[in-house]
């Protein structure tokens, strides 16, 4: 049946100890026919006897022991162990190459020029016991992909993470950082925005560092005493405009195939204007020590033994960055298990194989797990057992770069994905503790019940009720109620998708219903994060001791490619989708109200002097001028919208899987390619690349999710009109939405009246 | 007219600009008629013109020029000098003195034993400029006064600020202090009150530190570059159990006169009962570097830069505390202007002399106020003027040792004091800033109108309006509307009564009428409190340049005394008082139910195993057990009262300041104690001293205020026979202060009729 369990969940979930819901359901799986039901679990049964942490620690180890960015020997001898293994159990597996734009550092310098002389090392310490950074060759120095290149001399200005709250204080501190060179941490917000928010300043240059407060002592014991960030550990990473655009900066929305069309370099709108390098505490803090000015405001305090200083000045720096700007071949690894039912309905899983350095932890750690599961997998195909749509399973190369590997591939096969692929499963770094799931709302109540088939390894409850309880005990020590609690925890939360892995490309850009999901919380400090200290031993010791966490990610994501696979109608439920939006629209009605209270109050205390006369006056501090008004803003399209689509989301929800074949055929065809109804082919304002309305990126905080961004982002930067554009784009979309799930219900219907 | 002009100070103080409020006014002042209205300012005006901030400079220099602990050479010699301005001024002064209990260090040492070797300095080094700490003599080492003897050696347990609610974190993790050391860091509570949790945790040593992140280099710049506290620096201080009750531990609740019967030292209960000594970063950190088990929890870093472990051990510590236990003289100076009119009608004005080494800060810089008011009150005198109501003006000694020359003063003073005082004022440390007023509700339009005629020195605006600006702003900051703001501000917020100065044996034990003041919030960092850097060069650059807001609290305070003194019908209010209790009665509402939701929660969440579920299994971490369910409180007679007292409140403030001044006299007969009618003789339960049944230090804090405190602190701790006894016990007193109201209401009326 596809009826809501919501209220059953309640009571069941809630209502009795916790531990006692782990017992074998005998109710349909979501999706399946009854009698469907019991040889789906009697097949997981078997899929996880295949599953075997030390196979899993063995390919994880040798994966991990050599440096693995895109263009090193080893990612490319990992992505033909990798075809190799595929081709041995029995997948259809090939490489599939792309030629991007990538960068390769040549030339890094950093120096304190005034008001003494310190040259930043640039380098991470060999740690005694030998384990990182190992005496490789391939070891590239520790660098951003994408920064500009620059030569560049101008006073320091400490700026907190670079947010643009961070730069909304540091005006009304009076102090501008037009000319000069930001330094500032990493955390908080992608590390892309930094040096872009610095340019848009007026910056001439961008220096991130990681501040001990962040990773390193303050929050734990520093490698090898603990996972924690030692002095001279440095963070790389990608500082693409990935809120703008994923993938080859030179060929966005197309895929970087030999044939496709470049841009010059100097059109590549993702790459940063303004050098940038990443440095260790262990160089910053004489950087940081130099700086006289205001004292940092206490929320911009960090870890270092000294008192943080915003400057601009007395420290002046002298930096350098020269990269080859040359062409990179990418290798994703594809694989295939033809379906044996409906073979152009896909199921897609990934995890990314490329690393800064080493990559135990990220992402080799869910790269080890998925390709466990492709080994069980196989062995049931050989076992006689064939999925009823096509498994694809991927590799891929250059995710830690800008989701490279799988952008481009998107790219290409971009019409025959959005004819074909139904969901896309994706994994990165895994380690022991809880599960979180990120996804589309359609997929909350598959995720719900694969959830609650899989037992977490410590404590034999399921994964979900493990999940839950420390959901609970989080809002309990918050200072939520019981009914708070329960309601909240009816199901389990799955959070927005955001960005920061590979389901970017397809959930995003082409509209592919995508699950994000891994296990975390109770790792030590993964204080080594894209630093050469990021090994398979420090994983083992800090990360997933025995893997254990690495075999339950590997029971519950490939359950949901083979429940994905295997149903008789697409597990997707649409309740949760309604209810979602819902509650943002709900919050965007809030968030205008504050605003608008908000402006009245500051307006009418900027009336009053308040602002003057709460100032300290031997600060000299700026003159805060009025805010506009914030006029009206019709929302009320939109909440027609949610009533229409809850209303059909509730028909679908009473409907039950039809006995006739042809009925759940025609029903699946309908749903197959259900998400892309929420995206709109102009994208959103500055980024159209980005085609989702529902979640992306925020373009200000580039992690985290930002919902119904059309309209919340017009909001927030008070572009009124493009908001009102957005709210009818938005309306229009849920209601066609609405129309295609009421064509499902009208077909499941007269399937099961058959 | 006492009519309550609260509605058009809405309106007047909020609709306009601030700024433009500081105008002449032409209304009466409250409490007084139209007619003597207009004389009481213009004597304010030649009050002001007295007032010398190079005069005060000169004298704040010279008193805080050598140590001035309890029984130093200097401190005496600060004493005859104040004596000598008083009377050389014109008042009637002496010099009255109390033989208190005093312990005097004689041996402290403290070492590291394991796992490594380390003796901690316990010395304050020189500063390069040679401003402090000085070659004195009569330098003290830095202790904490009233620490028992002791001589112990055990493991080590870091317990953050140590309070009660950071030993229920240690509950959580499994960790006892039983038989340990404690390291605690100064701060959030009283400091009393970290030995005396520990003692009963079952610890047997205590010691206490300054971490950087509190007042030092993370605060801001460490000086002699900034105020923040050097690595050597130490904070000294009281240890006596203050929470319990004031004064020589000895005498309790009699004075410390020559005949007093005095206790047997075992017998003195607020003295620890362990050793406790305080040290500074600079030692601290070997301490806390050799600890282990587990990471300190997030909210428990300092900002040493290392990681923080909890313990025990292996870092094992030898603490010897070695006191000698004498007499001590106190030398209080006490100087009086007796009242034309009603010369047994006293208001009180003091401020402590005595500090912990120099005291710019603390708390000479009020005490130089003070005796500027003095000097000018003194001057017009001498052109003739006289106060209506007698003067005392008080230079206490002892107080940073616990409040012991003003609570020795009042014990022996009591029943004259009860009969005569109808005001306390105080002042202590003084700074550039804002004003900050905590009080007794009674006088809360007092204190407005007082405010308002103040004018700041920066903004020449007054320093209510400024001290309202800076409110409004930080409403602001939090994300409260205009409305919330403006009804938050239509007067000046007053604080109730905590702890931390000599106010409390006047408004906590004996029940007068208290106003505790001061400016603040502009200075740098005092990261010097009660450290040997504590000095007037300090003070000079970081405290209050120019002594500007000494001038300003000069102002303010001695208004509050003249109006007091000058007052037809003494110029207490009741409505705020009114609304404050109603305000903690709703609150003690919510508290209840919110226990009582908790503990639902909780219980079901035990039940569920959800606690168990949520830890990490590796942790081995206790069982956590339900919690007990919270029974039926009837709060219902306490609304009753309240709603009682409230209408009495309403018709006093309707009622106008007679003709008659014989219906004045009985007014002000019945309003003199009539802060009295909210003290009960048997006190709160273990601390019978503390007789006010509205406001007190907090048992758990120690220096804010605890409300409604019989009643508040029996349900947090669970004692609902207890809290159902103070409910009935505070609803009667309640009514008995409305039937004392309605009596001078019915003078007020009667008077106006003749």
Request: a negative charge; hydrophobic letters at 40%.
């Given at each position: 049946?596809?009826?809501?369990?919501?209220?059953?969940?309640?009571?069941?979930?809630?209502?009795?100890?916790?531990?006692?819901?782990?017992?074998?359901?005998?109710?349909?799986?979501?999706?399946?026919?009854?009698?469907?039901?019991?040889?789906?679990?009697?097949?997981?049964?078997?899929?996880?006897?295949?599953?075997?942490?030390?196979?899993?620690?063995?390919?994880?180890?040798?994966?991990?022991?050599?440096?693995?960015?895109?263009?090193?020997?080893?990612?490319?001898?990992?992505?033909?162990?990798?075809?190799?293994?595929?081709?041995?159990?029995?997948?259809?597996?090939?490489?599939?190459?792309?030629?991007?734009?990538?960068?390769?550092?040549?030339?890094?310098?950093?120096?304190?020029?005034?008001?003494?002389?310190?040259?930043?090392?640039?380098?991470?310490?060999?740690?005694?016991?030998?384990?990182?950074?190992?005496?490789?060759?391939?070891?590239?120095?520790?660098?951003?992909?994408?920064?500009?290149?620059?030569?560049?001399?101008?006073?320091?200005?400490?700026?907190?993470?670079?947010?643009?709250?961070?730069?909304?204080?540091?005006?009304?501190?009076?102090?501008?950082?037009?000319?000069?060179?930001?330094?500032?941490?990493?955390?908080?917000?992608?590390?892309?925005?930094?040096?872009?928010?610095?340019?848009?300043?007026?910056?001439?240059?961008?220096?991130?560092?990681?501040?001990?407060?962040?990773?390193?002592?303050?929050?734990?014991?520093?490698?090898?005493?603990?996972?924690?960030?030692?002095?001279?550990?440095?963070?790389?990473?990608?500082?693409?405009?990935?809120?703008?655009?994923?993938?080859?900066?030179?060929?966005?929305?197309?895929?970087?195939?030999?044939?496709?069309?470049?841009?010059?370099?100097?059109?590549?709108?993702?790459?940063?204007?303004?050098?940038?390098?990443?440095?260790?505490?262990?160089?910053a803090r004489h950087f940081l020590a130099?700086?006289?000015?205001?004292?940092?405001?206490?929320?911009?305090?960090?870890?270092?033994?000294?008192?943080?200083?915003?400057?601009?000045?007395?420290?002046?720096?002298?930096?350098?960055?020269?990269?080859?700007?040359?062409?990179?071949?990418?290798?994703?690894?594809?694989?295939?298990?033809?379906?044996?039912?409906?073979?152009?309905?896909?199921?897609?899983?990934?995890?990314?194989?490329?690393?800064?350095?080493?990559?135990?932890?990220?992402?080799?750690?869910?790269?080890?797990?998925?390709?466990?599961?492709?080994?069980?997998?196989?062995?049931?195909?050989?076992?006689?057992?064939?999925?009823?749509?096509?498994?694809?399973?991927?590799?891929?190369?250059?995710?830690?770069?800008?989701?490279?590997?799988?952008?481009?591939?998107?790219?290409?096969?971009?019409?025959?994905?959005?004819?074909?692929?139904?969901?896309?499963?994706?994994?990165?770094?895994?380690?022991?503790?809880?599960?979180?799931?990120?996804?589309?709302?359609?997929?909350?109540?598959?995720?719900?019940?694969?959830?609650?088939?899989?037992?977490?390894?410590?404590?034999?409850?399921?994964?979900?009720?493990?999940?839950?309880?420390?959901?609970?005990?989080?809002?309990?020590?918050?200072?939520?109620?019981?009914?708070?609690?329960?309601?909240?925890?009816?199901?389990?939360?799955?959070?927005?998708?955001?960005?920061?892995?590979?389901?970017?490309?397809?959930?995003?850009?082409?509209?592919?219903?995508?699950?994000?999901?891994?296990?975390?919380?109770?790792?030590?400090?993964?204080?080594?994060?894209?630093?050469?200290?990021?090994?398979?031993?420090?994983?083992?010791?800090?990360?997933?001791?025995?893997?254990?966490?690495?075999?339950?990610?590997?029971?519950?994501?490939?359950?949901?490619?083979?429940?994905?696979?295997?149903?008789?109608?697409?597990?997707?439920?649409?309740?949760?989708?309604?209810?979602?939006?819902?509650?943002?629209?709900?919050?965007?009605?809030?968030?205008?109200?504050?605003?608008?209270?908000?402006?009245?109050?500051?307006?009418?205390?900027?009336?009053?002097?308040?602002?003057?006369?709460?100032?300290?006056?031997?600060?000299?501090?700026?003159?805060?001028?009025?805010?506009?008004?914030?006029?009206?803003?019709?929302?009320?399209?939109?909440?027609?919208?949610?009533e229409r689509f809850a209303a059909s989301a509730?028909?679908?929800?009473?409907?039950?899987?039809?006995?006739?074949?042809?009925?759940?055929?025609?029903?699946?065809?309908?749903?197959?390619?259900?998400?892309?109804?929420?995206?709109?082919?102009?994208?959103?304002?500055?980024?159209?690349?980005?085609?989702?309305?529902?979640?992306?990126?925020?373009?200000?905080?580039?992690?985290?999710?930002?919902?119904?961004?059309?309209?919340?982002?017009?909001?927030?930067?008070?572009?009124?009109?493009?908001?009102?554009?957005?709210?009818?784009?938005?309306?229009?979309?849920?209601?066609?939405?609405?129309?295609?799930?009421?064509?499902?219900?009208?077909?499941?219907?007269?399937?099961?009246?058959?």
């Open positions: 049946v596809l009826r809501s369990r919501r209220l059953i969940g309640l009571v069941l979930g809630l209502a009795v100890p916790l531990a006692m819901v782990f017992a074998e359901p005998t109710e349909a799986i979501y999706g399946f026919r009854i009698e469907g039901s019991a040889a789906q679990r009697e097949l997981e049964r078997r899929f996880d006897a295949q599953l075997s942490a030390a196979s899993m620690a063995y390919r994880h180890a040798s994966m991990s022991s050599a440096p693995n960015h895109v263009g090193s020997r080893h990612n490319r001898l990992n992505a033909e162990s990798t075809l190799r293994n595929f081709r041995e159990w029995g997948w259809k597996a090939d490489i599939e190459t792309f030629d991007v734009l990538y960068p390769t550092p040549e030339r890094l310098e950093l120096e304190l020029i005034a008001p003494r002389h310190h040259r930043a090392r640039l380098t991470e310490d060999p740690i005694a016991g030998g384990t990182a950074p190992a005496d490789d060759t391939e070891l590239l120095p520790a660098y951003l992909v994408f920064s500009a290149d620059g030569d560049v001399t101008a006073p320091l200005v400490y700026v907190n993470y670079g947010l643009a709250e961070d730069y909304a204080t540091l005006a009304r501190l009076g102090i501008s950082v037009r000319g000069k060179i930001v330094l500032a941490r990493f955390g908080r917000g992608f590390r892309g925005l930094k040096p872009k928010l610095a340019h848009q300043q007026g910056a001439v240059g961008c220096i991130l560092y990681s501040d001990p407060a962040d990773d390193g002592y303050a929050a734990g014991d520093p490698y090898p005493n603990g996972g924690g960030r030692p002095a001279s550990g440095v963070q790389r990473g990608s500082v693409l405009d990935l809120p703008v655009a994923a993938g080859d900066p030179l060929t966005p929305g197309v895929g970087s195939t030999r044939s496709a069309h470049r841009l010059p370099i100097e059109q590549a709108t993702t790459v940063t204007k303004i050098p940038v390098l990443p440095i260790s505490y262990g160089d130099a700086l006289g000015g205001p004292r940092a405001p206490e929320s911009w305090r960090g870890g270092l033994p000294m008192t943080y200083h915003v400057g601009p000045g007395p420290a002046r720096a002298h930096l350098l960055v020269k990269s080859r700007w040359a062409q990179q071949r990418l290798y994703n690894v594809i694989a295939e298990l033809t379906g044996s039912e409906w073979p152009d309905q896909w199921i897609v899983r990934g995890n990314n194989r490329d690393a800064w350095v080493y990559g135990a932890w990220v992402a080799l750690s869910g790269h080890s797990a998925m390709m466990e599961e492709a080994k069980a997998i196989a062995a049931l195909v050989r076992e006689g057992w064939r999925p009823r749509r096509t498994l694809v399973y991927a590799s891929w190369d250059g995710e830690e770069a800008g989701l490279l590997g799988s952008t481009e591939w998107v790219e290409t096969h971009a019409s025959e994905l959005q004819a074909k692929a139904a969901l896309y499963v994706n994994t990165g770094a895994n380690t022991r503790g809880f599960l979180e799931v990120s996804a589309s709302p359609i997929t909350a109540r598959l995720v719900d019940e694969v959830a609650s088939a899989v037992e977490d390894p410590q404590t034999r409850v399921s994964v979900r009720d493990r999940a839950l309880a420390a959901l609970q005990v989080r809002a309990f020590a918050s200072g939520a109620g019981l009914v708070d609690i329960d309601q909240k925890s009816a199901a389990l939360p799955i959070g927005d998708l955001g960005a920061g892995s590979d389901f970017t490309p397809f959930a995003q850009h082409i509209g592919i219903a995508s699950i994000d999901l891994g296990f975390g919380g109770e790792e030590e400090l993964i204080g080594v994060y894209h630093s050469a200290y990021d090994t398979y031993r420090h994983f083992e010791r800090f990360g997933d001791p025995g893997h254990a966490y690495g075999v339950a990610l590997a029971q519950t994501a490939g359950r949901l490619a083979l429940r994905a696979a295997n149903a008789d109608v697409f597990p997707f439920e649409f309740a949760t989708l309604a209810d979602r939006v819902a509650e943002q629209v709900a919050g965007l009605h809030m968030l205008v109200q504050s605003m608008r209270e908000r402006a009245i109050t500051q307006r009418a205390l900027v009336g009053r002097r308040a602002f003057q006369l709460a100032a300290d006056p031997a600060k000299n501090l700026p003159f805060v001028p009025p805010e506009d008004p914030v006029p009206d803003l019709d929302l009320r399209p939109l909440d027609t919208a949610v509730r028909k679908y929800g009473s409907a039950t899987v039809p006995a006739s074949s042809d009925a759940r055929d025609s029903v699946n065809e309908r749903l197959q390619a259900f998400e892309q109804c929420m995206t709109h082919p102009d994208g959103l304002p500055g980024r159209p690349w980005y085609r989702h309305l529902l979640s992306v990126p925020g373009v200000s905080t580039g992690y985290e999710a930002a919902t119904l961004p059309g309209i919340r982002e017009a909001i927030e930067a008070g572009r009124w009109e493009e908001a009102d554009v957005f709210v009818h784009r938005t309306s229009d979309t849920l209601k066609s939405c609405a129309d295609r799930l009421d064509q499902a219900t009208e077909l499941l219907a007269s399937g099961s009246l058959e």
